[in-house]
């Protein structure tokens, strides 16, 4: 990423455009209000975005080789550059072409040859704009994690034995998230994921245990047969809970995380688990990486039937279960990134 020792805090715009005359002009027109970045393609757009984000983008809709239609495509397909504001330039007024265009995720159309000081006021507009639906995005997303964090309270609150357990696993999951993507492993998927989503929805892979009575949650000895099946209902419970509110939201994104966190953290990796004994990959990825989060905090965490495992037990129980209860692909990262786990779970204890 550049460093930029002057103008820091001005505001990022990228013109592409293939005809350099239009990128002089444009430059010209913006340069005293925006740190203006000229590219003469498509390709060189993305390139630099790999390093610089951009505020805007003014994009072209004729260049060769990858046009402005098929770039904008490209652009909202990457979870990390969707939410960047594009406005195409062009030299043709069509109407077909420009509902094309706003179909795409275009936010609006300059007609070439523009008018500098018509360019940087619509400009102006559309960054002052964007800047507002953020603020109110943030705002929303205060309260969503706020009501998130209240629900698992409240699930967390009903078995006294697993004080900050939410809070653990959200972490370690976070450290496995870092370590499969250092290590190139499921990127592919990985990269698709909103991890602003992800974590705060796997606080939701219990919700299910708001359904199993009090007397089996918090029995002070070890569960009999029966009272075990009523336990691992919690996972198909949570799933319907999930899988009801799915029904009345229209952005679910969220909400597939949790429903993934929630019905598969118990499924094994050979297919012994509950509740649909998944085998392998069949099992979400979220499941695969909640389930080692999960045992590991169940391992190292007291029970009324017994005592806390030290850390090194803990790690050697996963390890052991590596091509049986876990992905081995997934232990490999928690091996790499285990005694982050501990230190990490003796700061959240210590704030509980």
């Known amino acids: 990423m550049p460093h930029f020792s002057e103008n820091s805090m001005m505001k990022i715009v990228f013109v592409v455009d293939d005809v350099e005359t239009n990128r002089a002009s444009a430059k010209l027109a913006l340069a005293d209000t925006y740190r ?3 590219l003469p393609s498509a390709e060189k757009m993305f390139s630099l975005a790999e ?90 997303q205060r309260i969503h994690n706020a009501t998130i964090n209240a629900i698992a309270d409240v699930v967390e609150s009903r078995n006294n034995i697993s004080g900050g357990h939410v809070t653990r696993t959200q972490v370690y999951i976070k450290l496995l998230l870092n370590e499969l993507i250092r290590t190139g492993v499921y ?34 000895d070890k569960l009999n047969e ?50 649909r004994k998944l085998v392998g990959e069949e099992i979400p990825l979220e499941g695969r990486i909640m389930a080692i989060a999960d045992v590991y905090d169940a391992l190292i965490t007291d029970r009324p039937y017994r005592k806390a495992l030290s850390h090194d037990e803990a790690v050697q129980i996963i390890e052991e279960g590596s091509g049986t209860h876990f992905d081995p692909r997934i232990v490999e990262a928690f091996l790499g990134v285990a005694k982050d786990f501990w230190l990490q779970s003796l700061s959240v204890k210590n704030q509980v």
């Open 226 to 275: 029966d009272e075990f099946e009523s336990v691992k209902r919690h996972c198909r419970e949570g799933e319907r809970i999930i899988e009801r509110i799915i029904e009345q939201t229209e952005d679910d994104s969220f909400l597939l995380h949790a429903k993934n966190f929630a019905s598969s953290h118990h499924e094994k990796w050979d297919g012994t688990g509950y509740p």
């Open 51 to 140: 390093k610089v984000r951009p505020d805007l983008i003014l994009l072209d809709i004729d260049m060769p080789e990858m046009d402005g239609f098929e770039a904008i495509q490209l652009l909202k397909s990457n979870p990390k550059l969707r939410s960047i504001p594009v406005v195409f330039l062009t030299a043709k007024n069509d109407a077909v072409m420009e509902i094309r265009g706003f179909e795409l995720g275009a936010l609006d159309f300059i007609s070439k040859p523009f008018s500098p000081p018509v360019l940087l006021k619509r400009i102006e507009m559309h960054i002052e704009a964007d800047k507002m639906m953020k603020n109110a995005q943030r705002s929303v």
């Open 187 to 220: 990127t592919e998927e990985i990269s698709q994921w909103d991890r602003r989503l992800l974590l705060p929805s796997a606080q939701l892979h219990d919700v299910g245990k708001i359904t199993i009575s009090d007397s089996v949650l918090n029995k002070p």
């Open 36 to 38: 203006t970045f000229t």
